[in-house]
Each structure stands twice: as structure tokens, then as C-alpha cells.
């Protein structure tokens, strides 16, 4: 069981190109979710989704898409990379979010963009 | 008021130390409570969840506190390996859960 894979680990963009962050999930998890972590900020969440094909912003959406074609794939989207965005991404899924089903997490993303 | 508050810390304690974290939460909404325990550097893992009854794990123990809506998290025998920030986490129903993280406690454990 690999759990929840993101990929890359570490990427450096220039300011205006776009990439998109990969996070898989082999455990049937219908909620999935991307955060970002920044010192002294804490975890925020960017998007989430409860299921194929339903995906809804965070706190933090602007600059990022989500889409949710597989219950297992939810790719996150940087459309155009602002020095802003360098943070910690972490790609998170639980199996359901109305009980007291915890998250686990992917290992997470270093992104900085100059 | 932010949703989730937790103090910083550093909070540094010798081994074998009890220590006791509280997390506050301002929506009286909120419906599941969990603490997780993040390493320099790595992702946060879920430590345990947080019932209104009290649960307990070896040498760590949640309380849920609704009335004054608060979760504490009391490690006792602290270990070195105890050293990581501890995060709370609180869900609340919008629609959907939505889990917001407190911006963590820092733990030091030193011998």
C-alpha cells in the first residue's frame, strides 16, 4: 500500500510558467485535498474535493486549479507561478470527512518559483 | 478570533517531563477533533483522534473539552523522539467537513 504519492518532491519554476503537482491515493479515499504550508502560517487548504468529478476552493484557491476525473488522481494546477506561491504542498485524503476518519498525507512538494 | 489557536512554544522539557497542549476553537459547530504530530521537514501524521470522553494511547491522552471549546493533548514520560510540533485539527460542517490546522505547538524534548 503506497498511500498517498505526490510527485514532484522538489521543483524550481520561473515566475509565470505553470506546472502541475501529481497526487495519487491507492486507498479509495473519496475526500482528497491540497494544503499549503508556510512558516509561521500553518497548514491552509488550497482546494478539496469529496469525490470524482466534485472539487471546491479553500482558503487559498487563487492561482490554483484542481480537477477530479478519478477517485484516485487530483493534480493541482499552477497557472502561472508567482515568487508568492514558493511554499510546502502537501496532498492530503481521507476516506470521509463526516466521521472521525483522520487524513494521511503526501510526503509533500518543495516548490520555489524566482 | 482565528478558528484554530494553538500556542507556538517552544515548550522544552527534560525526559521523563508530563506536558500538557491546549488547542482553542471558536466555531461551537465543529464536530471532529484530532492532534497530529509533524517532524522537521516531513508531513504531519495523525497521532490520535479526540473524543468527548477522553481517549488514551500509551503515554498520550486527548481530552475534548465542548463547553469551553478547547482540546488538550498531555504526554507524559516525555521521550527524545516526543520532540516534533504537535498539531490540532478541528472539522467543521460547510457543506462538506472542512478540517482547519492549528498552526501547531513546538515540542522539545532534551535529556
Known amino acids: 500500500n503506497a498511500g498517498v504519492t505526490q510527485t514532484p518532491k522538489f521543483q524550481v519554476l520561473k515566475t509565470g510558467q505553470s506546472m502541475t503537482l501529481q497526487c495519487a491515493q491507492d486507498?479509495?479515499?473519496?475526500?482528497m485535498s491540497w494544503y499549503r504550508q508556510d512558516p509561521g502560517m500553518g497548514l491552509r487548504l488550497i482546494h478539496y474535493?469529496?469525490?470524482?468529478?466534485?472539487?471546491d476552493q479553500g482558503e487559498v484557491p487563487n492561482g490554483y486549479n484542481v480537477s477530479r476525473s478519478t477517485t484516485e488522481d487530483f493534480p493541482l494546477r499552477l497557472l502561472s507561478a508567482a515568487p508568492s506561491q514558493t511554499s510546502v504542498y502537501f496532498c492530503?485524503?481521507?476516506?470521509?470527512?463526516?466521521?472521525?476518519?483522520?487524513?494521511?498525507f503526501g510526503s509533500g512538494t518543495r516548490l520555489t518559483v524566482v | 478570533r482565528k478558528e484554530v489557536e494553538q500556542d507556538p512554544g517552544p515548550f522544552n522539557v527534560p525526559e521523563g517531563a508530563t506536558v500538557a497542549f491546549n488547542c482553542t476553537y471558536s466555531?461551537?459547530?465543529?464536530?471532529?477533533f484530532f492532534w497530529y504530530r509533524q517532524d522537521c521537514r516531513k508531513e504531519p501524521k495523525l497521532l490520535m483522534s479526540?473524543?468527548?470522553s477522553g481517549n488514551e494511547d500509551g503515554r498520550f491522552t486527548a481530552q475534548l473539552n465542548r463547553a469551553s471549546q478547547y482540546i488538550s493533548l498531555l504526554i507524559r514520560d516525555s521521550k527524545l523522539s516526543d520532540s516534533a510540533t504537535y498539531l490540532c485539527?478541528?472539522?467543521?460542517?460547510?457543506?462538506?467537513?472542512?478540517?482547519?490546522f492549528g498552526r501547531g505547538t513546538s515540542l522539545i524534548v532534551h535529556p
Open positions: 492530503a485524503s481521507s476516506y470521509g470527512v463526516q466521521t472521525n476518519y483522520g487524513y494521511t
Open positions: 486507498m479509495n479515499h473519496e475526500y
Open positions: 474535493s469529496v469525490g470524482a468529478g466534485i472539487t
Open positions: 466555531n461551537s459547530a465543529s464536530q471532529s
Open positions: 479526540v473524543y468527548s
Open positions: 485539527v478541528v472539522n467543521t460542517l460547510r457543506g462538506s467537513y472542512i478540517p482547519t
